[in-house]
């Protein structure tokens, strides 16, 4: 992540137009501010232009080394839904801080998204970056990912229900704007949930297929949210337990089995529209182009699931371990018929299909975690689910179908949150502008 | 990890050969009962000759697709401590179970062999593994890295001082045989250790290149453990903090700085001879061709050391962060001159470098973790540090010569180690067997 000396020529303007600043063409003062705190924010020069078109001509200058290691920020939906899924996450949760405003919110989205397409692009989160600025100032950036490529990055930011309104109000003036799909989710059968891993008013899911560039994204979207918002929680994840093209084979989870094997694929666009985009004649209008995203840690009960006897293994999922075909015969690709008794009435595959569900369907692109281990000497290990889908109550109504899942006896609901996911911002503006205007 | 037709048909044979087994061809009983508690051990048909040669041989297969993929487990020493420093870690800490006896571990070095010499060939943990073995009784294997390759994997398995001897006395009669070397390590300053990350009876350092083989591996090493030993604590790593080969780009840490410049390399015999490996003429005899490996756990408080502006950084260091070239001059790869005073007299770089250590090098093997965050919003990140080491008195030297390092403001000690590595198995024995003759 270095820039070029023609990059860096191009920024050697004054900083006045941080001030004027209302397109992310820099970081705002605020963003220079959390960059900065530990010095003055004198002496950092981030001009117009600095970050969108000189940070794209350098992607693509990278991209033609690597045609699949960069994606771009910008575009009619968020990078990161529907982009092949990368090896690694970490996902951010966080909250915005007491006594900020509107004009808060307004400045960290452009400050995100300024940073989020330079970072993507495999660029420091700023023209002067990790070592470019004054030696009298902290670094822009962190530093880590300096000679890193862009390893695929996505980065997609999502707003949670309480951004809208909670205990202290409509805060940000959206109330108004919130979504009535945007609920908070109802308590489920099995729920055991830690506040510490769940909620948050604002998210960040990145991706990308080196984990030290996803961690150098969140570490440096946190650092820029300064006095403005603050990380809740955070999960790092890996081996992917979806697919997005076909391409991808059918990675497993941690019971050992393939999973995903249904998903939404990148280049169903009718099933994408039908089931995971928000559509223009869907309320409201701001969330056009955009998603809804779930997370759930489900903590899984590995030792106890590796004493199951095979069989009974395939019985629970309704597919077989090696091959992952449904237990109604054929293979991975088989559609499972469910006319039969082959498929136990209460097999994760039966609840969970859509010919069960009235056709809902939902995107999955979740993670495999290990968090160490506890005092037991068990590890701490599961899924962390996420799935976009174009309204929660797809969600909402397969989870309650799953309430007699044979599998739940293996997992425990540990960690939950839902956030708004807005279209991909336009080149020029940023993340959310839609509901702002 | 899927055997193919030919590997099992040759384990088809009675299982009697498992009760005679005193080399690994197969997992003993207590092995097979750790994978089979849900059921019995009936059924479960593991031969001899069913591990080494057939792995080996499907190993070597698999190894002509990707030259680099796969690593032995047996040899002179054991992989993972010069082998190219692959991307991931997973590291695990055990205890013994109480009232285990001098059998008991004997036969659980003797299945971690067979079981590590399968998985680092990309095979599963048994030659039944996750799929092959009767549909009534639990899996050997646990299937998650069926369908990947080895990916590098390299097990690493050491001794720790409790091992020989601890406060329930001489447990496995092995007390007389403990390296003089082998010292519990001594208190440093800024430790603030928690005993639930530090020290252990045995280590497993799993190293790979895809983060689901290397937890594939240290989940199915504690399962089969079962009864014997108990895992104590474990941590992922990602990111490597060094190199162990010229042609591996120097990585970064998470102070944004080039990380491991002074490395003993892989090549460099005279130095590994010097300073790595336990040579012949040392004592105890079992231990030639070993190492001694000290973990230490070093959070990093980064949103601290981020504040830092960038020429306190470097000093701090003793480098440019950029380039990583000492700030007496030059490049990377120039020496530090430590005779002007660019270098300050508590530089990192100056109290770690040979010269002002009367000629002491490490070999280092470091990863850097991100545990999520604190109730702070901070992220909870840092080093995993790793070192191999002739003598464990060349750390001790070194860590006790670094309390005045400048960096010291920004690190806490929490987790340690200390474990002698024995020499590598000789195929057709067991890691550690020349401890027991």
Redesign the interface.
């Known amino acids: 992540m270095n820039d070029t000396g023609a990059d860096a020529a191009a920024d050697s303007s004054s900083d006045e137009a941080v001030a004027a600043a209302s397109t992310p063409t820099g970081l705002s003062r605020r963003g220079l501010l959390g960059?900065a705190?530990?010095?003055g924010v004198a002496g950092l020069a981030v001009g117009a232009g600095a970050g969108l078109s000189g940070g794209v001509a350098l992607g693509r200058a990278r991209a033609a080394e690597d045609a699949l290691a960069a994606y771009d920020f910008f575009g009619g939906h968020q990078a990161g839904i529907t982009t092949p899924v990368q090896?690694?996450l970490?996902f951010a949760s966080f909250d915005m801080m007491p006594r900020t405003d509107r004009d808060d919110l307004v400045s960290l989205l452009q400050d995100w998204t300024y940073a989020a397409s330079r970072m993507t692009q495999g660029l420091d989160v700023s023209a002067t970056g990790?070592?470019g600025?004054?030696?009298?100032?902290?670094?822009d950036?962190?530093?880590?990912?300096?000679?890193l490529p862009a390893s695929g990055l996505t980065i997609t930011i999502g707003f949670g229900p309480g951004l809208f309104e909670n205990e202290d109000g409509d805060r940000y003036g959206i109330a108004a704007s919130r979504p009535a799909a945007l609920v908070r989710l109802p308590a489920f059968l099995g729920d055991d949930l830690d506040p510490?891993a769940s909620h948050g008013d604002l998210c960040i899911q990145a991706c990308a297929d080196?984990?030290?560039v996803a961690?150098h994204a969140?570490?440096n979207l946190?650092?820029i949210a300064f006095g403005r918002a603050?990380?809740?929680?955070?999960?790092?994840g890996?081996?992917k337990t979806s697919r997005t093209t076909a391409a991808q084979?059918t990675p497993?989870?941690?019971?050992?089995?393939k999973d995903g094997t249904a998903n939404i694929l990148a280049d169903d666009t009718a099933a994408l529209d039908a089931h995971v985009w928000v559509a223009d004649s869907d309320e409201p209008a701001w969330m056009a182009g955009g998603s809804y995203l779930v997370a759930r840690k489900i903590a899984m009960l590995?030792?106890t699931w590796?004493?199951?006897?095979?069989?009974e293994?395939?019985t629970i999922i309704g597919r077989?371990?090696?091959e992952g075909a449904p237990l109604s015969g054929g293979t991975e690709l088989t559609e499972p018929d469910f006319s039969g008794s082959a498929i136990d009435a209460n097999a994760h595959v039966r609840l969970a299909h859509p010919d069960q569900n009235d056709g809902i369907r939902i995107l999955r692109r979740g993670y495999?975690y290990?968090?160490?281990?506890n005092?037991l000497?068990?590890?701490d290990?599961g899924l962390f689910f996420l799935s976009y889908q174009r309204d929660p109550a797809q969600f909402i109504t397969l989870q309650r179908r799953l309430s007699t899942d044979l599998m739940n006896e293996y997992l425990r609901h540990v960690g939950s949150g839902i956030w708004a996911i807005p279209r991909g911002a336009t080149a020029g503006s940023y993340i959310g502008a839609e509901l702002f205007a």
């Open positions: 960059l705190i530990g010095g090896d690694h970490h990790a070592v600025g004054s030696a009298e100032e902290p670094p950036d962190t530093g880590e990912a300096q000679g510490q080196d984990p030290q961690v969140i570490r946190s650092r603050r990380l809740r929680w955070s999960q790092l890996f081996g084979a497993r989870n941690l019971f050992g089995f590995i030792e590796d004493r199951v006897r095979l069989s293994q395939d077989d371990k090696g495999n290990v968090d160490g281990n005092d000497g068990r590890l290990a």
